[in-house]
Nanobody, 125 residues
Framework: QVQLAESGGGLVQAGGSLRLSCTAS????????MGWFHQAPGKEKEFVAA????????DYADSVKGRFTISRDNTKNTGFLQMNSLKPEDTGVYYC??????????????????WGQGTQVTVSS
């Protein structure tokens, strides 16, 4: 069992930046792929970004390419989502998720094994 805890959300003006963190409860975090998902008000969770267990591979939704960067520090059992040039449509709850196994880059939320509780991001226009 892995517990994930997100932090770093908040209120920011359009064009601003935030850095989300996702801290795992176990030091086996390095054996899990990780993803970030966004849930806007009244909508389903959508894929944002994914990173392999080693950090060597990444994948992004088209809507965030060039603006967001996913990374991880396995020595600290922590993943990150750096969000720049934020837009009002980025508003919502951001969840991190972890998946056991190989060096996968997974976009489907149903494939992830563990989820954090989410952190709220609000971008004002």
């Amino acid at each position: 069992q892995v517990q994930l805890a997100e932090s770093g959300g908040g209120l920011v003006q359009a064009g601003g930046s935030l850095r989300l963190s996702c801290t795992a409860s176990r030091d086996t975090f390095s054996s899990y792929g990780m993803g970030w998902f966004h849930q806007a008000p009244g909508k389903e969770k959508e894929f944002v970004a994914a990173i392999t267990w080693s950090g060597s591979g990444t994948d992004y939704a088209d809507s965030v390419k060039g603006r967001f960067t996913i990374s991880r520090d396995n020595t600290k059992n922590t993943g990150f989502l750096q969000m720049n040039s934020l837009k009002p449509e980025d508003t919502g709850v951001y969840y991190c998720a972890a998946v056991r196994g190989g060096p996968w880059l997974i976009r489907r939320s149903g494939r992830y094994d563990y989820w954090g509780q989410g952190t709220q991001v609000t971008v004002s226009s």
